[in-house]
């Protein structure tokens, strides 16, 4: 390099390290600011971390839930002043969706505040899979309601993974459920096909266990269409479907994967009311990309539809009016920012419950794990915070760490999603019992872990 | 003034031949070892040890691995995060399926296999070269990610694709904590750099780089390419093999076939690009700015407390992250490891250059 060109790219490298340095001293004389304006609490910190994605391939959905789960936190600080007067505080950290990044945000995470992460929601099954080892270690819950491993409802051997409210074979099972009562009787299904056009990851390889288990009762054939991440090339899927003429397509599909399904069924010509999403593939961000082509697709429903209540009113009057807001609004009262909340929601009253047992202090994770444990959110807890119509009961326990998982259908009118009416569907336990035992034995036996023992720990 | 080597006489072939010939190379060494064994250990936070330098141990074992093949031979491999993959699941059904052996002996075998499967798709290099090559070694990469993903014996049956595994073991100690891993990665990291390092200085190393030079002048003085090339492959693959086994088991501990897909292959061809090809040194400084560089950068904004969202934080991190690769190539286009070279030569003329 020339010597001129060597000064002008120290004189270039001193400029943006002065802009930065400037930037960074009135950022932290803002930050100093604003503490001395708030007033010192006197409870302490809880610490949340917050894994989102609001870039990348995933982004649609990541953006709508991680607002969803932020206001929510600020809610529970602006109202009722934290939680039981501890303060909420919290970071966020992009895992863009990666498996590798999210190990690293949770290794970030993990440490910090007064007391330690709270519990985490990796927000994705891979993730998910990664931690669940490493919980074990740190002792820290992770809550994956609706999504993560399906066997992680034995509280014995996952002892610190919460899939609340429902698991892929849940969801498996109401689908299957759900056609079988279309066509008169699940013993009807024998001889008709159903294929799985899923994301071919540990997400969309869950569910797949309990379909095969589904067709050998029932006597359909099950077509397995794997989608290669991020899911925007599915021309070779969709021939297969033209070929194959399935009676039933079951979409498994995450961020843009969803959409472009759609849009590849519009051009394939298969019907979208024979399509049915997984709880992850029914959200607005889904279907709009489709635009009128997405009419008559229907997704399972289940903790959060679409919508407003009571507590989006107390969100809007406690933190969007003040401008304290996440994301401009972006995605409010959608599918995927309820859920977020509800979420949100989740563990904030897991810490609430843990403080009965262990006081009104910061709590660590492993201390809200009890809280996690003995959640009993019923209909009239449900209606005070808020939530009513967004929620389902929850009850858990050391063995059952799922709690019950009920769901319902609704389908895209074009506009919104409309609930089907009279559509309530219970996973059927008497398959789904016998398959979690044999996945949690065996991986407690790769492991080589120690169950817990339950009665022990109650005494 | 400090570094010169003036004074310092070979009076024995053995002096003459020892790796490092400059004492203040050797004093340096000595320390980076003791700081690396004694120091670290003590200041090393957890996020340290997990997030960063227990990846980066295991990935500069990988690039030394590929810097065998690409650096020293010459020949281009876009596939050798595959050859990570069949490390990890050889050493997994090892494991599963013979649970008596050591997990040394695990690690050797799991190597050892992945250079039979590295010297099968190493073949194609004997007719074609370049670009070429690299496309055929595509193959390597998307078999494997086929392989293991469809065919479930491989998982040992998983339901979704995701294999775990319990904490190593060697000899009754159970590497399960930060510092003990960190500690266990860096004893086998030095004896397979130190294998590598007296490799590339023996007659197999130089044949590598004959062929790599010249491959028709090096036939001529009777080097036979068919060796040369699949010594290389098959000794890269049980590099890669062993790291993939690591990353698997030490750094992971349940892992999917997507954790060694094509992005891992390009990462690892960044690395030694970026580092240095033909460069021992070069793998660890392009594993470290590959595997650091982003995640330190991602946390830059919010060190210096400037307030912005973390989705702006990881665009920018890409941003600055292209930014620097293209400046670093452009300052010096043979990588980090030649600008040390560089570094070194002034070194020694300091306070007075010509």
Not at chain 1, 113 to 120: E, H, L, M, V, Y
Not at chain 1, 375 to 388: H, P
């Amino acid at each position: 390099m020339k010597q001129g060109a060597k000064r002008a790219v120290l004189a270039v490298s001193v400029a943006v390290a002065a802009v930065f340095g400037s930037t960074a001293a009135l950022a932290q004389a803002k930050k100093a600011e604003a503490k001395k304006m708030e007033a010192p609490s006197k409870g302490g910190e809880q610490f949340f971390p917050v894994l989102s994605y609001r870039t990348g391939a995933y982004a649609p959905n990541g953006v709508p839930f991680a607002n969803g789960f932020v206001d929510y936190l600020k809610l529970v600080n602006a109202r009722d002043g934290g939680i039981n007067g501890i303060k909420i505080t919290w970071e966020e950290c992009e895992t863009g969706y990666a498996t590798d990044r999210g190990v690293e945000c949770y290794e970030r995470l993990k440490g910090k505040g007064p007391t330690g992460a709270t519990a985490f929601h990796p927000l994705s099954t891979g993730i998910t899979f990664a931690v669940t080892d490493k919980s074990f270690v740190d002792k820290i819950p992770i809550i994956t309601f609706g999504y993560g491993r399906a066997d992680s409802v034995d509280g014995t051997v996952f002892g610190w993974n919460f899939p609340l409210g429902g698991t892929y074979w849940d969801a498996a099972d109401m689908l299957v459920q759900h056609i079988g009562k279309k066509e008169g009787g699940l013993d009807k299904l024998k001889g008709k096909k159903i294929a799985l056009v899923y994301h071919d990851s540990p997400y969309g390889k869950e569910p797949i266990a309990l379909l095969q288990e589904r067709a050998k009762m029932h006597g359909y054939e099950l077509l397995l269409l794997p989608v290669t991440h991020p899911g925007v090339e599915q021309k070779a899927t969709w021939l297969q479907v033209r070929q194959q003429r399935p009676d039933y397509v079951f979409l498994w599909g995450w961020g843009v994967m969803n959409s472009t399904s759609i849009k590849e069924a519009v051009a394939t010509g298969y019907p979208r009311e024979k399509m049915y999403g997984v709880w992850w593939s029914g959200a607005e961000p889904d279907v709009t990309p489709a635009g009128d082509g997405a009419k008559g697709y229907s997704a399972l429903v289940f903790l959060a539809p679409a919508g407003t209540g009571a507590v989006h009113k107390d969100i809007v009057k406690y933190v969007h009016d003040k401008g304290q807001g996440t994301g401009n609004k972006e995605g409010f009262g959608e599918v995927l920012y309820n859920r977020g909340m509800v979420g949100a929601m989740m563990t904030v009253e897991a810490v609430k419950r843990a403080q009965i047992k262990h006081g009104k202090k910061p709590l660590k994770g492993e201390e809200v794990r009890w809280g996690l444990e003995n959640m009993a959110l019923d209909n009239a807890a449900i209606k005070r915070l808020g939530f009513e119509g967004f929620m389902t009961p929850i009850s858990t326990s050391c063995v059952d760490h799922r709690g019950d998982s009920v769901a319902g259908i609704h389908t895209w009118d074009g506009k919104r999603w409309v609930i089907e009416k009279g559509t309530t569907l219970v996973a059927d336990s008497t398959i789904i019992k016998p398959m979690i035992r044999a996945s949690a034995e065996k991986y407690a036996a790769e492991k080589k872990l120690v169950k817990r023992d339950c009665a022990k720990e109650a005494g | 003034m400090f570094y010169r080597e003036n004074g310092q006489f070979k009076s024995s072939y053995a002096s003459d031949q020892q790796m490092l010939p400059i004492l203040q190379d050797r004093l340096f060494m000595a320390g980076l070892l003791v700081i690396a064994f004694a120091a670290v250990p003590f200041f090393a936070t957890d996020y340290l040890f997990l997030s960063l330098l227990i990846p980066f141990l295991i990935l500069a074992l990988a690039a030394i691995g590929l810097n065998l093949v690409v650096g020293y031979c010459g020949q281009i491999s876009l596939g050798h995060a595959a050859f990570m993959a069949v490390g990890a699941y050889a050493a997994y059904n090892l494991v599963l399926r013979l649970p008596q052996l050591n997990f040394l002996v695990v690690l050797v075998l799991a190597g050892l296999i992945a250079a039979a499967v590295g010297l099968v798709f190493g073949i194609p290099s004997l007719r074609i070269k370049g670009l070429y090559l690299g496309v055929a070694t595509l193959a390597a990469q998307f078999f494997m990610d086929w392989l293991f993903a469809r065919v479930k014996w491989f998982t040992n049956y998983a339901h979704s694709g995701s294999v775990q595994t319990a904490p190593v073991e060697v000899f009754g100690w159970i590497v399960d904590t930060p510092v003990e891993k960190y500690l266990f990665l860096l004893v086998v990291l030095i004896v397979f750099t130190l294998i590598a390092k007296n490799l590339v200085r023996s007659h197999i190393g130089r044949e590598w780089m004959a062929i790599r030079d010249m491959d028709v002048a090096a036939e001529v003085i009777g080097i036979r390419p068919v060796y040369a090339k699949l010594t290389a492959f098959a000794v890269s693959s049980f590099y890669v093999g062993v790291a993939g086994a690591l990353w698997g088991f030490v750094h992971l501990g349940s892992w999917e076939p997507l954790a060694f897909s094509l992005t891992l292959s390009l990462n690892l061809l960044f690395m030694i690009i970026i580092g240095g090809m033909g460069s021992l040194l070069g793998s660890y400084f392009g594993a470290a700015f590959i595997l650091m560089l982003p995640i330190l950068l991602n946390q830059v904004p919010a060190m210096l407390g400037v307030p912005i969202s973390t989705a702006m934080a990881s665009h920018l991190e890409f941003m600055i992250f292209g930014a620097l690769i293209v400046f670093f190539l452009i300052v010096e286009p043979h990588g980090l490891a030649r600008l040390w070279a560089i570094g070194k030569e002034k070194l020694r003329l300091w306070p007075f250059p010509h």
